[in-house]
């Protein structure tokens, strides 16, 4: 599974961040980018693995986005969500 954000669509509601802050975070732009567990920031497609959280809580914090900013893929590529 991997995962990124649209920062066109991103609205900077920092939804995702109430929910996963270990995951997400707003950068000085103040849209929504994914920290990885070394430290890395983006908004581009990040593999599951690059980060300690739970796939349904990942799920459900791009749920929480009002603009559907956050996209997951699974490991075939096959969009998820939105």
């Known amino acids: ?4 954000v649209d920062r066109e669509l991103c609205i ?3 939804s995702c961040i109430a929910l996963l802050p270990e995951v997400f975070e ?3 732009e103040g849209k ?3 920290k990885s567990s070394d430290g890395s920031k983006t ?3 990040v ?3 690059k980060f300690s959280a739970d796939e349904k809580m990942v799920l459900e914090a791009a749920k929480s986005c009002p603009t559907n900013a956050v996209f997951i893929e699974d490991d075939t590529g096959k969009q998820i969500y939105p």
């Open 1 to 4: 599974m991997r995962v990124r």
């Open 12 to 14: 900077s509601a920092a």
């Open 26 to 28: 707003l950068d000085e």
């Open 32 to 34: 929504a980018v994914i």
């Open 43 to 45: 908004s581009e497609w």
């Open 47 to 49: 593999e599951f693995s």
